[in-house]
């Protein structure tokens, strides 16, 4: 069964909605409360540690939070999905202060060019950047960038810089291969995917493309339906989870898997190398070609960005 546009501008009016039920402090506490209880909370529990001296309004804000976040169930009140949700995401963000890491030199060199790499967080948001070259993608990013993306300020605690890069490559792995499979990791929702093709496509000494400011002609966005979260990955990425190309990097001596887990300057060959193109426009057809030492592996993908066909030459 397919979705209206009906039932999704309905399930917009109700998020405004519930936007509107956490602008109250007590509802808020309660959610915590919920969250920090091993087990289901009786309404006597809940209002003695939430609002012990609040007598009549607390279970009006109980009622209001079982619209959306909270469940009455048998044994006492539970959070729902949604209500864990938002504890999580608040406490993402909070549980360290979300004072900006300024830039400092990465142990690691740049997977391209083998240049000075540096690290920041800016509080949300983590970055790496060569200094000798001009990264992956130009546009508004700072000059080197080559990766940018949300990354909790929760992730840095107990990691060194190196760690941390490793765990936003894990995190970004994670985001994305279930939006190459069509399904939004924050809502489940329904992922489309379009592309941003560079029709005339050549990469200059910097590392970056003038016409499209980017290192790859063709970019895939993924992106959700429902709830927008989105992803843009550089089309070939798709290529690289089919199990006959995984067999090629394990046969060429690679054993973790990618894209891009612990991929570092001394492995960047890899990647380095591969070559993408433009087969066909109506529909879309791509070719990506992957070469290591004296083998290749050609991939034909389609307009889903589905393998349709891989050879070795
Ligand atoms: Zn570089
Ligand atoms: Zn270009
Ligand atoms: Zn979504």
């Not at 546009?5 to 956490?22: H, V, W, Y």
């Not at 990691?159 to 069509?182: F, I, N, Q």
């Not at 959700?224 to 089309?235: E, I, L, Q, S, T």
């Amino acid at each position: 069964m397919e979705r209206s546009a009906d039932t999704l501008e309905a399930g917009r009016t109700s998020a405004a909605e519930a936007f509107a039920i956490l602008g109250n402090e007590t509802r808020v506490r309660t959610l915590l409360a919920l969250w920090e209880s091993e087990e289901p909370s009786s309404f006597a529990t809940l209002r003695r540690t939430v609002a012990p001296d609040d007598k009549g309004n607390f279970s009006y804000h109980l009622g209001k939070l079982t619209e959306h976040f909270v469940e009455k169930t048998d044994d006492g009140y539970v959070l729902r999905l949604a209500g864990e949700q938002v504890v999580r995401a608040v406490l993402a963000g909070t549980i360290v202060d979300n004072d900006p890491l300024p830039a400092d030199e990465l142990g690691e060199r740049c997977v391209y060019c083998g240049g000075r790499a540096e690290m920041s967080h800016d509080g949300e948001r983590i970055s790496v950047r060569c200094t000798d070259c001009a990264g992956v993608v130009g546009r508004e990013f700072p000059d080197g960038t080559y990766m940018h993306y949300g990354f909790p300020p929760a992730g840095l605690v107990g990691r060194t810089r190196e760690e941390a890069v490793d765990a936003a490559h894990v995190l970004y792995d994670s985001k994305l291969s279930p939006m190459m499979k069509g399904v939004c990791p924050e809502c489940a929702g329904r992922v489309s995917l379009s592309f941003d093709v560079c029709d005339d496509h050549h990469v200059e000494e910097s590392g970056l493309c003038p016409r499209c400011d980017t290192r790859f002609s063709v970019w895939a966005r993924y992106e959700c339906d429902h709830c927008k979260y989105d992803r843009n990955a550089a089309m070939w990425f798709a290529a690289l989870n089919h199990p006959a190309v995984i067999a090629f990097y394990h046969d060429h001596g690679f054993d973790e898997t990618i894209p891009f887990r612990k991929l570092t300057w001394e492995n960047a060959e890899y990647v380095r190398e591969i070559t993408q193109e433009v087969i066909d426009t109506d529909p879309y057809r791509f070719r990506v070609r992957i070469p290591i030492d004296d083998e290749a592996v050609v991939v034909h993908l389609d307009e889903r960005l589905d393998v349709r066909s891989v050879e070795r030459e």
